[in-house]
Nanobody, 121 residues
Framework: VQLVESGGGLVQPGGSLRLSCAASGFTFSIYYMNWFRQTPGKEREFVSIISGSGSNIRYADSVKGRFTISRDNAKNTLYLQMNSLKPEDTAVYYC???????????????WGKGTLVTVSS
């Protein structure tokens, strides 16, 4: 099983980035997929979750209206479009797969290694 995030980098406040997570080794389309993020000294926090079909989506309040999660099951890829980025969005972003619908960090079956997003002028 592999989850490989990409698309992170340095962006100015107000800018946009699109993260991708390429999945392999499991049946991607039947898994709920999640984005989490973590900054040094803080616990990893939930960002967003999407069901296997893409019909059920949820966001953390801190990113609602600015971030959009999506998936392409034909390409086994998860996305996170991040707009209106703020310095407080700076973190390592992780994708994670869960067979169930829980967004609890402890419920995740598989994790990627993360991609760093830095929002700074």
């Amino acid at each position: 099983v592999q989850l490989v995030e990409s698309g992170g980098g340095l962006v100015q406040p107000g800018g946009s980035l699109r993260l991708s997570c390429a999945a392999s080794g499991f049946t991607f389309s039947i898994y709920y997929m999640n984005w989490f993020r973590q900054t040094p000294g803080k616990e990893r926090e939930f960002v967003s979750i999407i069901s296997g079909s893409g019909s059920n989506i949820r966001y953390a309040d801190s990113v609602k209206g600015r971030f959009t999660i999506s998936r392409d099951n034909a390409k086994n890829t998860l996305y996170l479009q991040m707009n209106s980025l703020k310095p407080e969005d700076t973190a390592v972003y992780y994708c994670a797969a869960n067979r169930g619908s829980s967004a609890s960090m402890n419920a995740m079956d598989y994790w990627g290694k993360g991609t760093l997003v830095t929002v700074s002028s």
